[in-house]
């Protein structure tokens, strides 16, 4: 079976540290994989896609990058944080049995 | 561009009442649309989805019609539940490219028992 997994579920980090979260899909090969960023009570962002090995395709300019590594490995990093990066960050994959998203559980940000 | 836009929220409704949470969409090309639901503390799981006009998506008890002439895709239900709280998320994805999807805000709704 599909299934996605998405570590660590929360973090604390003092701005200007440096951020690594991870995310790895199984059952599946190929997969198109996101990053969406959740703000407090509001909608998701969309910050990277990846529809290949190496490939990411970045949709806002900001303090963050990301990486595919491998092909169900999706890594999202900063070098540096910043206050405003604190948010709930959501991994998702593409389901092609069901044209829709699986997302990760989510890890919770906060950077003081 | 493409958008997508629902009702705000909160809902707060009875249990055993009728739900309708409003979503439109403005979209170039055909796009697929969905449903997402979202409990507290946890991802986004796909409700239902239509994939072209005039499809219903249905599952739990959950409908929603894809709407070309009104371009809309409203979520309803005849008899909601204290369990159906949660945020209700409208989305659309290009069927282009890497398939990005677009969300709307959220639609928060509480069930009273």
């Known amino acids: 079976s599909q299934t996605i997994h998405q570590w660590p579920a929360t973090l604390v980090q003092p701005v200007g540290s440096p951020l690594s979260l991870e995310c790895t899909v199984e059952g599946t090969s190929n997969p198109n994989l996101y990053w969406y960023r959740q703000a407090a009570g509001r909608g998701l962002q969309l910050l990277f896609y990846s529809v290949g090995i190496g490939q990411i395709s970045s949709e806002v300019p900001q303090n963050l990058s990301a990486s595919r590594p491998q092909d169900r490995q999706f890594i999202l990093s900063s070098k540096k944080l910043l206050l405003s990066d604190s948010g709930f960050y959501l991994c998702?994959?593409?389901?092609?049995?069901?044209?829709?998203?699986?997302f990760g559980s989510g890890t919770r940000l906060t950077v003081v | 561009g493409n958008s997508v836009t629902q009702m705000e929220g909160p809902v707060t409704l009875s249990e055993e009442a009728f739900l309708t949470i409003n979503c439109t969409y403005t979209?170039?090309?055909?796009?697929?649309l969905f449903w997402y639901v979202q409990y507290p503390g946890e991802g986004l799981q796909l409700l239902l989805k239509?994939?072209?006009?005039?499809d219903k998506g249905s599952n739990k008890g959950f409908e929603a019609t894809y709407r070309k002439e009104t371009t809309s895709f409203h979520l309803e239900k005849g008899s909601v539940q204290v369990s159906d709280s949660a945020v209700y998320f409208c989305?659309?994805?290009?069927?282009?490219?890497?398939?990005?999807?677009?969300f709307g805000a959220g639609t928060r709704l509480f069930v009273k028992a």
């Open positions: 979209a170039t090309g055909y796009p697929s």
């Open positions: 989305a659309l994805t290009r069927n282009t490219g890497g398939f990005k999807t677009i």
């Open positions: 239509a994939t072209k006009a005039d």
């Open positions: 998702a994959y593409r389901d092609k049995r069901n044209y829709g998203y699986t």
